[in-house]
């Protein structure tokens, strides 16, 4: 009796480990993984459904006078504000990841501004 007893008290500890550890998502990238699971949907989409917080302002920078802002890069490239998220598909990427400000202006010098950055499949970036 005592066996079965600790038996299921570690079935209690263990399963909600796993299933944390199987879901566990990055808050700054969303991975190919992920990304499989939403086809053909618009880069918008799918960030408006598992990263919302990425179109959102981040509270915690302040940034001077300048208003925040929301850019593209894939690579070293800028490609415009969020708008041009539409134009890609998830099929297409195999990562996007999210800098905040503070990230961003180190990273691409983009003053007050967070940045999305898009890696895709296709190596001709």
């Given amino acids: 009796m005592r066996v079965i007893a600790l038996f299921f008290a570690a079935l209690i500890v263990a399963a909600p480990l796993q299933a ?9 990238r969303i991975l190919a993984d992920e990304l499989a699971g939403y086809g053909e949907a618009s880069l918008t989409e799918v960030i408006e459904t598992a990263r919302p917080h990425f179109f959102k302002r981040d509270l915690t920078h302040i940034g001077g006078e300048a208003p925040w802002r929301l850019l593209v890069y894939i690579g070293s490239q800028e490609r415009g504000d969020s ?43």
């Fill in 83 to 125: 708008t041009v998220l539409h134009t890609f598909k998830a099929s297409e990427v195999k990562e996007i990841r999210y800098y905040k400000p503070n990230e961003a202006t180190t990273r691409f010098a983009s003053e007050n501004a967070s940045v999305i950055l898009l890696t895709l499949k296709d190596a001709k970036q």
């Fill in 20 to 28: 944390q550890s199987r879901g566990k998502q990055q808050r700054d």
